[in-house]
């Protein structure tokens, strides 16, 4: 069965940072790309990053490009968001989702983590 | 980016009605388009990807259809279960872009 399981979410200052993981379970976890997405209170839903299954290919959206870095540590089968000079608009519940071994919707999903950006 | 619009925001049903939703592209997308359901509080839950193509264990009266820059999502009939937002999202290029969501409410 596959799990994900996000953690590291919390009430940081702007301009602070904050890492957050994501554990994964139940499949191949080298095999799939993955996905962070966030979702403002009371908003829509906004893709902020995607990782290769071998994680030779980074993407970002424009609202987090330099500030915000994807990576994976195989050996943990864990997904990190490492996120910088963070902002009063960054603040959301943000998700893991899992993607395919090519170009692929979200399948798998977790429950997602809290950050909160306030002084 | 590729914007998604859905349509319409906030849609009025009752139990055992047929339901529409559209996502339109502003560009083509072939048939690279996913819907979603998510309920309050919750993951959202993938219902469609490749436009058409069910996953597994969703109920069969979930459909999608549409290519290019046309897709619509429809439940065939309403269950109780069904009441909640619903997105679609591209995967045709970066940046992956949602739609602004349906809310499906009990009339």
């Known amino acids: 069965e596959v799990q994900l399981s996000e953690s590291g979410g919390g009430l940081v200052q702007p301009g602070g940072s904050l890492r957050l993981s994501c554990a994964a379970s139940?499949?191949?976890?080298?095999?799939?790309?993955m996905s962070w997405v966030r979702q403002a209170p009371g908003k829509g839903l906004e893709w902020v990053s995607d990782?290769?299954?071998?994680?030779?290919?980074?993407y970002y959206a424009d609202s987090v490009k330099g500030r915000f870095i994807i990576f994976r540590d195989y050996s943990k089968s864990t997904l990190y968001l490492q996120m910088n000079s963070l902002r009063a608009e960054d603040t959301a519940v943000y998700y893991c989702?899992?993607?395919?071994?090519?170009?692929?919707?979200?399948?798998?999903w977790g429950r997602g983590t809290l950050v909160t950006v306030s002084s | 980016d590729i914007q998604m619009t859905q349509s319409p925001f906030t849609l009025s049903a009752s139990v055992g009605d047929r339901v529409t939703i559209t996502c339109r592209a502003s560009?083509?997308?072939?048939?690279?388009l996913a819907w979603y359901q998510q309920k309050p509080g919750k993951a959202p839950k993938l219902l469609i990807y490749?436009?058409?193509s069910l996953e597994n264990g969703v109920p069969s009266r979930f459909s999608g259809s549409g290519s290019g820059t046309e897709f619509t999502l429809t439940i065939s009939s309403l269950q109780p279960d069904d009441f909640a937002a619903y997105y679609c999202?591209?995967?045709?290029?970066?940046?992956?872009?949602f739609g602004q969501g349906t809310k499906v409410e009990i009339k």
């Open positions: 989702a899992k993607g395919g071994t090519s170009r692929a919707a979200f399948d798998f």
């Open positions: 139940g499949f191949t976890f080298s095999s799939y790309a």
């Open positions: 990782i290769s299954g071998g994680g030779g290919g980074t």
């Open positions: 560009q083509s997308i072939s048939r690279w």
């Open positions: 490749r436009a058409s």
């Open positions: 999202q591209q995967y045709n290029d970066y940046p992956w872009t």
